[in-house]
Each structure stands twice: as C-alpha cells, then as structure tokens.
Nanobody, 116 residues
Framework: EVQLVESGGGLVQAGGSLRLSCAASGFTFNKYGMTWVRQAPGKGLEWISAIDAAGDGTNYAESVKGRFTISRDNALNTVYLQMNSLKPEDTAVYYC?????????WGQGTQVTVSS
C-alpha cells in the first residue's frame, strides 16, 4: 500500500523558514518523481515543485522560485521542501504527491501558516 506522510508544517512569521518532509512507503521510491502541491484557504490546488527520481532535476512554480528548494533522500524514502523567506501568501496546506504505475497518491497534508 502506497503511503505518503507529510510533516514539518507550523506557524512562522513572515521571512522565516520551514522544512517540510514527506515520508514514502509501499513503492520503489527511487524510481519515481515526486511533487509538492499546496492549497490555500478558499483556493484550488497549486503545483509548487517537482523532483525527478534520481534527484538530479527539479522544477519550481514562479511563485516560489528562489525561495523554496526541493530535495530527496532515496536512502530514507523521503522528499523535502525547504521553504525560506516565507510570505503570508504561502499560507496553505502542503501535500506531497506521487504518480505510481498510473495511479496518483496524496499525503494527508501539513498546514503552513505564515503570519505578517
């Protein structure tokens, strides 16, 4: 059974930093790319960042480019999202996502709240 468990969210002041983690299990982690997506209050899902299976290739939404860094540790089956220079508009529930053998999987999400 594929499982994705996010952690690391919390309340932080604008300009602060947080590091999110997503622990994966139930599939061969080092063969699949991973994605972070967020949902702000009252808004739809927003794609944030993606990383390829080896961790060599990354992509970012313009809204977070230069402030967020995605990485992964294939030995620990974990993907990370380092978030710096946080802004109130980064307030959202953050989800990690994996597409495994044609199926899409989501974690339960972790809340990030940035106060001004």
């Amino acid at each position: 059974e594929v499982q994705l468990v996010e952690s690391g969210g919390g309340l932080v002041q604008a300009g602060g930093s947080l590091r999110l983690s997503c622990a994966a299990s139930g599939f061969t982690f080092n063969k699949y790319g991973m994605t972070w997506v967020r949902q702000a209050p009252g808004k739809g899902l927003e794609w944030i960042s993606a990383i390829d299976a080896a961790g060599d290739g990354t992509n970012y939404a313009e809204s977070v480019k230069g402030r967020f860094t995605i990485s992964r540790d294939n030995a620990l089956n974990t993907v990370y999202l380092q978030m710096n220079s946080l802004k109130p508009e980064d307030t959202a529930v953050y989800y990690c996502n994996a597409k495994v053998v044609g199926n899409e999987y989501w974690g339960q999400g972790t809340q990030v709240t940035v106060s001004s």
